[in-house]
């Protein structure tokens, strides 16, 4: 068996909009890839490590335990050994307590995706390939997190580009979310269910395509 880590936030996790609850597993996003994997004939396990408000490299003020990088080797070892990690992370990034860009989010990624391939791995054990991907570009925040995210659509600008220029440096694989998504309609910036389902359905097609499990 094959096993996929996604690492990633509430996004992820499949925090449905404008609740503090969660899509069921064949709902949301990983669980899609999981099933939709396996129904083509592939043996694979997606493990979610999708923590709410996490950020790539940086702390939330508020809330500890919300920094990518702190604890990411060790994830790494523990879930060993992996064929794919799939880092999607940036969102929280953009959040009213930091002031930062897509270049911000860019250098947490490098340091995530340096952070992994510095791993000690068991002796036989290899390097998992990486996929980065950027999540959509968040539209004006509504509800309880519009104050959180205040500005964040602006901030975000650029994410994918960079990301992008980053894993043609690094040689990890990329996919843009906002190819096959928007964010929520509702919140516009998490997955709504008929978005877990569209790029649920297209990370597959391309994790296939491009034989990383």
Same mark, same amino acid.
């Given at each position: 068996?094959?096993?996929?880590?996604?690492?990633?936030?509430? +996004?992820?996790?499949?925090?449905?909009?404008?609740?503090?609850?969660?899509?069921?597993?064949?709902?949301?996003?990983?669980?899609?890839?999981? @099933?939709?994997?396996?129904?083509?004939?592939?043996?694979?396990?997606?493990?979610? $490590?999708?923590?709410?408000?996490?950020?790539?490299?940086?702390? $939330?003020?508020?809330? =500890?335990?919300?920094?990518?990088?702190?604890? @990411?080797?060790?994830?790494?070892?523990?879930?060993?050994?992996?064929?794919? !990690?799939?880092?999607?992370?940036?969102?929280?990034?953009?959040?009213?307590?930091?002031?930062?860009?897509?270049?911000?989010?860019?250098?947490?990624?490098?340091?995530?995706?340096?952070?992994?391939?510095?791993?000690?791995?068991? =002796?036989?054990?290899?390097?998992?390939?990486?996929?980065?991907?950027?999540? =959509?570009?968040?539209?004006?925040?509504?509800?309880?997190?519009?104050?959180?995210?205040?500005?964040?659509?602006?901030?975000?600008?650029?994410?994918?580009?960079?990301?992008?220029?980053?894993?043609?440096? @690094?040689?990890?694989?990329?996919? $843009?979310?906002?190819? !096959?998504?928007?964010?929520?309609?509702?919140?516009?910036?998490?997955? $709504?269910?008929?978005?877990?389902?569209?790029?649920?359905?297209?990370?597959?097609?391309?994790?296939?395509?491009?034989? +990383?499990?």
């Amino acid at each position: 068996m094959k096993q996929i880590l996604v690492y990633s936030d509430s +996004l992820s996790w499949g925090i449905i909009p404008m609740t503090r609850n969660r899509f069921a597993f064949n709902q949301r996003w990983p669980g899609i890839l999981e @099933l939709s994997l396996n129904a083509q004939g592939k043996s694979v396990r997606v493990i979610e $490590d999708c923590l709410n408000g996490r950020r790539t490299m940086y702390e $939330d003020p508020i809330k =500890p335990g919300r920094n990518g990088l702190v604890g @990411l080797p060790q994830r790494i070892e523990i879930n060993s050994p992996l064929s794919l !990690v799939v880092l999607m992370l940036g969102t929280n990034d953009f959040q009213a307590n930091h002031d930062h860009t897509a270049m911000n989010a860019q250098h947490g990624m490098r340091a995530l995706i340096n952070a992994i391939r510095n791993t000690n791995l068991e =002796p036989g054990m290899l390097m998992p390939e990486i996929l980065v991907v950027a999540p =959509p570009p968040i539209y004006l925040p509504q509800g309880d997190i519009a104050a959180k995210f205040k500005g964040a659509e602006n901030k975000c600008v650029g994410l994918a580009r960079n990301y992008q220029a980053l894993c043609h440096e @690094l040689k990890c694989h990329f996919f $843009d979310a906002a190819s !096959v998504t928007t964010s929520s309609k509702i919140d516009g910036v998490h997955f $709504d269910i008929d978005q877990h389902l569209a790029f649920g359905k297209a990370i597959t097609t391309f994790i296939h395509n491009k034989n +990383l499990v």
